[in-house]
């Protein structure tokens, strides 16, 4: 794996020629995406313009897309299941292969009805992760469409809700802290039973009188760098297409009002944070956690 550092000029270099294909896809579903399993319970719909997963008891269901990418900003619009989710998990993630996989993860722990959603996020780089933060929603995430997405680029990940950031995880290799930066990853998606942990850590079992229970996916959006033929086209440098407003992400980082909305919703919306957790990691918080 090659190394890379923080501060390489001008801010990543590959060591291979590559075509520099910048691709902004404004998708539709039955060209993006396959439906991987499920036996039906996975379904597009409207012309490629919605994607529903349903779990019952025999099966959950999932996706994923046709492309792999190498840093990007993705965008999926997603309904949650409504009412007592209580035991399901909905995960939208990106994620690449291996033992020592990279991975970007939202995970929506459902809960009874009344009962907020728990939005899960985690970085893994290398096959390790133990980086979970955990929110409550400020609306309720099943009565209508959101939007959630990841940033990713060289320099930071940045998972945001209807344009408000929530979380950044920055590039701190240059610390010892590993960061994904050279595995291309695939967009999954999945809804599936997990009433052993996701609900009061598993004393909330699933109500399967409730089933079949359904997410719906719509309005996904990729500004992003395709991994194809062994290379990767992206490159971080502004001068690559200075003219063009769809290749700012590459170098993207929160302003003063992107890290004034993360405060906000970090002090009130924010229910978990491994930084915090003393008692998981008595011989000293993870090195990232002490930086700025």
Not at 135 to 141: E, G, R, T, V
Not at 188 to 208: E, F, I, P, Q
Not at 219 to 248: D, M, T
Request: glycine share 8%; with cysteine.
């Amino acid at each position: 794996m090659a190394s890379f550092s923080a501060s390489s000029v001008p801010m990543m270099k590959l060591s291979f020629l590559v075509y520099f294909f910048l691709v902004a896809y404004a998708g539709n579903f039955y060209q993006e995406f396959d439906l991987t399993w499920g036996d039906g319970r996975a379904k597009i719909l409207n012309n490629g313009q919605l994607l529903t997963l349903s779990l019952d008891k025999a099966s959950g269901s999932g996706f994923q897309s046709k492309n792999e990418y190498l840093f990007g900003k993705i965008d999926m619009q997603l309904k949650l299941v409504p009412g007592n989710s209580a035991g399901t998990v909905t995960a939208y993630y990106l994620s690449s292969k291996g033992a020592a996989w990279d991975e970007i993860d939202y995970e929506f722990l459902g809960n009874l009805s009344g009962d907020p959603y728990i939005l899960h996020t985690n970085v893994y780089s290398q096959g390790k992760g133990n980086r979970e933060q955990q929110f409550y929603l400020w609306f309720d995430p099943t009565a209508d469409f959101h939007t959630y997405s990841i940033l990713w680029n060289p320099q930071r990940i940045i998972f945001s809700v209807d344009g408000t950031p929530i979380r950044e995880f920055k590039n701190l290799q240059s610390k010892g802290v590993p960061f994904p930066k050279n595995q291309p990853m695939r967009i999954y998606s999945s809804l599936w039973n997990a009433d052993d942990w996701a609900t009061r850590g598993g004393l909330v079992k699933t109500d399967w009188s409730k089933a079949p229970f359904t997410a719906s996916y719509r309005n996904f959006n990729a500004n992003a760098c395709l991994w194809r033929k062994g290379a990767s086209s992206c490159s971080s440098s502004r001068s690559s297409s200075p003219s063009s407003k769809s290749n700012e992400w590459l170098s993207q980082e929160l302003d003063i009002t992107g890290r004034e909305r993360l405060k906000w919703v970090q002090k009130n919306y924010m229910i978990y944070n491994y930084c915090t957790d003393a008692k998981r990691f008595p011989q000293g918080l993870p090195p990232e956690c002490k930086m700025p």
